[in-house]
């Protein structure tokens, strides 16, 4: 029986190459000179700092660039608000990768108003779909790049 997996993820590789990047570019560029901006990542989470909130603005920019360029969708990411202390204000940057509980749920519920002959399961942090007919799974597939969710989704894993 045909199915496919719905999951969201980004490469965590091409992820650390884009932190470095941006890190070298905010270290040679002159509005940043002296302020000591960086970017640190640790697990999912990117770790900005500088010394104004406008700063902070600006490395913001550069890592959403850098990491459109190494190919990762920047809706993953969930900026929270800057922490502004004293002469330093700093940010944290959550890389959001899996399908959570409530949003699986969601898309399943989705699917079965739309009356399409497929069965989902939620496995973990992924979808499973599978119906008898492939041209099912590609409608199910157009149903959700329809939908309006705040993760970018991925379909992989399909077999006949």
């Given at each position: 029986?045909?199915?496919?997996?719905?999951?969201?993820?980004?490469?965590?590789?091409?992820?650390?190459?884009?932190?470095?990047?941006?890190?070298?570019e905010?270290?040679?560029?002159?509005?940043f000179?002296?302020?000591?901006?960086?970017?640190?990542?640790?697990?999912?989470?990117?770790?900005?700092?500088?010394?104004?909130d406008?700063?902070?603005?600006?490395?913001?920019?550069i890592?959403?660039?850098k990491?459109?360029?190494?190919?990762?969708?920047?809706?993953?990411?969930?900026?929270e608000?800057?922490?502004?202390?004293?002469?330093?204000?700093?940010q944290?940057?959550?890389?959001?990768?899996?399908?959570?509980?409530?949003?699986a749920?969601?898309?399943?519920?989705?699917?079965?108003?739309?009356?399409?002959?497929?069965?989902?399961?939620?496995?973990?942090?992924?979808?499973?779909?599978?119906?008898?007919?492939?041209?099912?799974?590609?409608?199910?597939?157009?149903?959700?790049?329809?939908?309006?969710?705040?993760?970018?989704?991925?379909?992989?894993?399909?077999?006949?």
């Amino acid at each position: 029986m045909p199915s496919f997996d719905v999951v969201s993820e980004f490469d965590a590789h091409e992820a650390s190459n884009a932190v470095d990047q941006a890190n070298r570019e905010v270290g040679t560029r002159f509005d940043f000179k002296g302020t000591g901006s960086k970017f640190e990542l640790e697990e999912n989470v990117i770790n900005l700092s500088s010394q104004t909130d406008f700063q902070l603005q600006q490395m913001l920019d550069i890592l959403r660039q850098k990491l459109s360029k190494r190919g990762i969708d920047i809706a993953c990411l969930k900026e929270e608000e800057p922490e502004l202390t004293g002469n330093t204000a700093r940010q944290k940057v959550i890389l959001r990768q899996g399908l959570d509980t409530p949003l699986a749920r969601d898309l399943v519920k989705k699917i079965k108003v739309s009356k399409i002959k497929v069965q989902s399961s939620i496995q973990g942090e992924k979808l499973r779909i599978s119906g008898k007919k492939r041209d099912d799974l590609q409608a199910v597939i157009a149903l959700l790049k329809d939908l309006d969710t705040d993760l970018p989704l991925q379909y992989e894993n399909f077999r006949d």
